[in-house]
């Protein structure tokens, strides 16, 4: 099966903004949910946003008022807007696609943030 791709990754200043793109697999069908997760060397991966099918959503408490999670159906792209990031925000970012057939993985960008 076809990861999904993930785009838009970079190094910014605190304070500054980035938006990232991921693009899920085509000829997928009863896609669920899709999400962004992150993680740092030595640490378990963290749910940061999420959101279904018929748009509802969910963020870790640490990014809510930030962060906004957003998609595009037709696409089957989702995106996540991060505002006001902190050098905290520092990970690995990976798309998660929750569909009838299970869950794929993006191979994650990169997000720096530097103080």
């Known amino acids: 099966q076809v990861q999904p791709v993930e785009s838009g990754g970079g190094l910014v200043q605190a304070g500054g903004s980035l938006r990232l793109s991921c693009v899920g697999p085509?000829?997928?069908?009863?896609?669920?949910?899709m999400a962004w997760y992150r993680q740092n060397p030595g640490k378990q991966r963290e749910l940061v946003a999420r959101i279904t099918s018929g748009g509802s959503t969910n963020y870790a408490d640490s990014v809510k008022g930030r962060f906004t999670i957003s998609r595009d159906n037709a696409k089957n792209t989702v995106y996540l807007q991060m505002n006001s990031l902190k050098p905290e925000d520092t990970a690995v970012y990976y798309c998660?696609?929750?569909?009838?057939?299970?869950?794929?993985w993006g191979r994650g960008t990169q997000v720096t943030v530097s103080s």
């Open positions: 998660n696609v929750d569909w009838a057939g299970g869950s794929l």
């Open positions: 085509g000829r997928l069908f009863s896609i669920r949910a």
